[in-house]
């Protein structure tokens, strides 16, 4: 169904199951400190897993917010501070615009878990969409999907839903953690199905356009660049890259098998897409008591990073319930990764 690159499972096999958690933990933004605008619940019950962006001395930080457990359906809320806010541990209270929220049959239930990337001076956010499917017991196909939308003239619009070939959509349960991403063969998927057969990998695909008044996007020529490690149930991607000495830093999450914790490791690519590094451990896990105890406990959940200065700030989920941004030191993140490069 899928190629797979040469060396996908054997990658994981050059890591090992322990945490060297390198992350200084900045601020915590908590829900009773979001306040939705033009809405009539003043703030959201929870606010977790958010994407950011930085520009200027202006943080975006877009956060999953659910207003009610019924269903637990989220929205994304677009919450505007400084850069010198992420450094305050403080209380600081913020307002939020809902901007994009469930509209239509494949974001229905839900619109989860957004990344952020900047193309040609325009912020493309890529989500994952709880389908009309999601909660039929009789389907278990395309339960979610990835959906991007565009920020135009200050407003958020959505331009698309991603889906596979109709002959590979019936293998499909859900597809998650997706971004999408310029590069020098063009415009590419970076995203996590889950197969029917029980299998979740990384995989990279051709966007087949993003065109206007379109609703789908065709994913095509998929490849598979990594695969869980024995130690994990599955893995993920987390943060869109950042290009550091001419190649692009990522970092993904790892479900440790037995802990049942959300955990981070990082890995480099070239412009050819192909893997050159990969952290040999973990490089943060649950530690903080509000990492470790939330609504989905022993989770961090990265979504969004940027470079300052000689910094990688990463802005995270803690627990399900709140907003996380912490920071990793470039060089030595960068060591780490030197230390285990993929020949």
Do not use: Q
Not at 138 to 158: F, Q, S, Y
Request: glycine share 6%; aromatic share 12%.
């Amino acid at each position: 169904m899928f190629k797979f690159a040469e060396n996908a499972h054997e990658i994981s096999k050059r890591r090992e199951n322990y945490t060297i958690d390198i992350a200084k933990r900045l601020t915590v933004i908590t829900a009773d400190r979001i306040h939705l605008k033009r809405f009539p619940v003043s703030n959201p019950i929870t606010a977790f897993n958010p994407a950011m962006i930085v520009e200027g001395d202006d943080v975006y930080v877009y956060a999953r917010v659910v207003v009610g457990y019924y269903i637990y359906a989220s929205a994304i809320a677009e919450i505007r501070m400084s850069l010198a806010d992420l450094y305050l541990d403080s209380t600081s209270h913020y307002s939020a615009d809902l901007v994009l929220y469930p509209s239509g049959k494949y974001d229905i239930w839900g619109v989860e878990d957004p990344r952020v990337v900047v193309i040609d001076g325009k912020p493309f956010m890529t989500y994952c969409g709880r389908t009309v499917a999601y909660f039929d017991p009789h389907i278990r196909v395309e339960r979610t999907l990835p959906v991007t939308a565009v920020k135009e003239k200050g407003m958020w619009r959505k331009v698309c839903v991603h889906r596979f070939p109709e002959p590979i959509r019936k293998h499909i349960v859900s597809d998650k953690d997706a971004f999408i991403l310029n590069t020098k063969d063009g415009l590419k998927m970076f995203h996590r199905p889950h197969t029917n057969e029980e299998n979740f990998y990384l995989t990279i695909s051709d966007v087949d356009g993003i065109y206007e008044g379109h609703e789908e996007s065709t994913l095509l020529n998929t490849t598979v660049v990594m695969t869980e490690a024995s130690f994990e149930e599955k893995i993920g991607w987390g943060t869109p890259p950042v290009e550091v000495d001419g190649e692009y830093l990522f970092l993904a999450h790892g479900l440790e098998r037995e802990s049942k914790a959300y955990k981070v490791f990082a890995l480099t690519m070239n412009k050819d897409l192909e893997i050159t590094a990969v952290t040999p451990h973990y490089i943060m896990e649950p530690k903080e008591i509000y990492e470790i105890y939330g609504d989905r406990p022993f989770v961090v959940f990265p979504c969004g990073a940027c470079v300052v200065d000689d910094s990688l700030l990463v802005s995270y989920g803690c627990a399900d319930f709140a907003v996380g941004i912490c920071e990793f030191d470039l060089s030595e993140l960068m060591s780490i990764l030197d230390k285990n490069r993929i020949e």
